[in-house]
């Protein structure tokens, strides 16, 4: 059932009906205003795990993600792509884009300057950002994006969230309805697809789960971490007896968790306002707290809740986020829950990490 | 009745026979090679030999270590990591140990123990060299000495090198280019451990510290790095005598455990 959301033929059908692509690479990209201008926002996995290419034109110690998409870029697995919209949500973000800028060729490319704070001042900030993305998005596309069209992509993109929402509480059953790695490949598959197609699918995908079986019950996993674009370590993790029952990754709950305003009258302030408060992964904080703070307290609430077994913390060395975080986090949550720390590399060095979450699993029983 | 542990390291495999009484019957080890199953079954083979000890003695068989799925699959009839085996072996010769520090040939590892001799956190480090048996043993090639005689080797250093870099390719042409500069091969010895220990002490710290600290594996049986050890974070080592085999005593212990409950499952 999770294979038919797979369909890499997709994105060219896309194309073929006139439509035009537009890359995006990080959860904080308000795609509503792509996709209110007509085009297809897709956000890039970075499939690759071979890096061949990219180590002429970037040091090895970046994280995986920025090294896969590039890589990708590189040997024209993206020769779909029309346009790309980087954001300074960190510095490999903000830095990559002049090197993607200048490497790899598209018709579009933008980048978005995101806020560092979240307060009055920078909200209005940020909706000068956003009304002068979708500015750019006119005069290059020859679009008008009215209010109208923006309102009706923030409703589709809110169903996208809630049904999100929806399909990770089959998640926290006992047994559990679906398992993380299958969750996993929904979202992904989720990010190639125009949301308007994805919410039916999700839907009625959802309805059928209802009637589902339970899974076999195993100790139950939180997983917070860098974003996971790939199957693979999910499935691992698992397949050593656990189930993740939650996952905050940024393409995880992150990407969810948070709606945009609909009654706000203009639309790009409500999305401004909806990015801000959207739950942080480290790149930006309220005002008067800390970016980690936040964190904790999104993953404690949800602790309260989920009540799992233990938690793991995905890191990347090339991650300056998690890097500058994972202690904090991993020093706190230990005080509540039995804590492990995956730090991922690819390939994956399987039998190394299969070690570590086997015994995990022994020091929990 | 007998028990069996079989720790299939990614260097060395070890092997400890216990009986009902949890004592060491017999143990052995040898280089784990490509053809791991082979390995097994020499070791198992070669120990009941020698002890005039049946198949049908032994009841029960727990693996551990990065073969413990090949053992598994044709042999054992149970797997444990080793993190798991180390602590339980550990805990069987020192009661009172909080954290284990093993030093393999491919990876190291901080555990900490709780009253009961369980694990209640780890670290293992990365895909790196640094920091492990094998950084030894490649330093012991460019110096030219046998892995076994560094310990005792550094100890007549008087004016310890510095190796800055973890890494053991560039630690290795930092020790060339030592050699090239004629720097007394104690020193540069001490040198090699001190960087081993800076890594591992590191790891370590990052679970905390508490006494009674084992080493295990077979670098607790270099005295350089113990007491370089030692020195960076400041607790006294205990080595048991035997430092490669407490894993496998442990997956032994286990196996016993293992064996009992069944028993006890059956009977009820």
Not at chain 1, 60 to 71: A, G, V
Not at chain 2, 167 to 177: D, G, L, Q
Request: net charge negative.
């Amino acid at each position: 059932m999770i294979e038919e959301f797979y369909d890499s033929g997709r994105i060219r059908e896309y194309i073929q009906r006139g439509k035009r692509i537009i890359g995006t690479f990080c959860s904080y990209t308000p795609e509503e205003i792509i996709h209110a201008a007509g085009l297809v926002p897709v956000r890039l996995f970075g499939e690759t795990v071979d890096i061949m290419n990219a180590y002429s034109y970037i040091p090895n110690w970046l994280c995986y993600y920025s090294k896969r998409t590039f890589e990708e870029g590189l040997i024209g697995n993206y020769d779909f792509l029309d346009g790309f919209v980087f954001l300074t949500s960190d510095d490999t973000n903000q830095l990559m884009y002049s090197i993607w800028k200048k490497n790899i060729k598209v018709e579009y490319s933008y980048m978005l300057q995101f806020p560092f704070s979240v307060d009055g001042t920078s909200k209005n900030f940020f909706t000068k950002v956003l009304e002068k993305f979708k500015r750019s998005l006119e005069d290059h596309y020859s679009v008008d994006i009215t209010d109208k069209d923006l309102k009706d992509s923030i409703e589709v993109y809110n169903r996208y969230r809630s049904l999100l929402k929806e399909l990770y509480k089959y998640r926290f059953y006992t047994p559990p309805k679906i398992s993380g790695s299958d969750v996993l490949k929904i979202n992904l598959a989720g990010y190639s697809m125009l949301k308007e197609e994805f919410n039916d699918k999700i839907e009625e995908y959802i309805n059928k789960l209802s009637d589902e079986e339970g899974l076999p019950d195993k100790p139950r996993l939180y997983v917070t971490g860098i974003p996971i674009y790939d199957p693979l370590v999910f499935e691992m993790i698992e397949s050593c007896g656990f189930t993740i029952v939650f996952d905050d990754l940024c393409n995880g709950s992150r990407n969810f968790d948070f709606e945009i305003n609909e009654t706000i009258s203009n639309p790009i302030e409500a999305i401004a306002e909806g990015y801000l408060l959207k739950p942080t992964c480290g790149t930006c904080s309220r005002q008067k707290s800390l970016a980690i703070d936040e964190r904790l307290s999104y993953i404690n609430e949800r602790l309260k809740t989920l009540n799992p077994d233990g938690i793991v913390i995905i890191g990347d060395k090339g991650c300056e986020l998690c890097a500058f975080s994972q202690v904090e986090l991993r020093k706190e949550l230990a005080k509540i829950k039995p804590v492990l720390y995956l730090e991922i590399d690819f390939p994956l060095a399987k039998e190394q990490h299969r070690t570590r979450i086997e015994a995990f699993l022994e020091s929990l029983s | 009745m007998y028990f069996c542990g079989l720790d299939i390291g990614s260097c060395m495999s070890k092997i400890v026979l216990i009986d009902e009484n949890e004592d060491i019957v017999c143990y052995r080890s040898s280089k784990s090679g490509f053809e791991i199953r082979k390995t097994i079954s020499n070791l198992y083979e070669s120990v009941l030999k020698d002890q005039n000890i049946r198949k049908d003695q032994v009841k029960y068989i727990v693996a551990t270590g990065y073969g413990r799925n090949v053992a598994l699959a044709f042999f054992a009839d149970d797997k444990v990591t080793e993190i798991t085996c180390h602590a339980k072996g550990v805990h069987k010769i020192f009661p009172k140990c909080h954290t284990v520090i093993d030093i393999g040939g491919q990876d190291s590892k901080a555990i900490r123990l709780d009253i009961d001799g369980r694990v209640s956190t780890f670290v293992m480090n990365d895909k790196c060299a640094a920091g492990s048996g094998r950084f030894l043993e490649v330093m012991s090639n460019a110096i030219g000495v046998s892995v076994d005689d560094l310990g005792l080797l550094s100890m007549k250093s008087k004016n310890k090198a510095t190796i800055s870099s973890t890494c053991t390719v560039f630690a290795e042409t930092e020790v060339i280019s030592m050699i090239a500069s004629e720097v007394k091969r104690e020193d540069i010895i001490a040198g090699i451990h001190d960087a081993i220990a800076t890594k591992v002490s590191a790891l370590t710290r990052s679970t905390g510290i508490e006494d009674e600290v084992v080493m295990t594996g077979g670098v607790a049986k270099n005295i350089g790095v113990v007491k370089s050890l030692e020195e960076k974070i400041g607790h006294v080592i205990y080595v048991p005598p035997e430092p490669l085999i407490t894993g496998a005593l442990g997956a032994a212990l286990i196996a016993k455990d293992r064996y009992e409950s069944k028993i006890c499952d059956a009977e009820t």
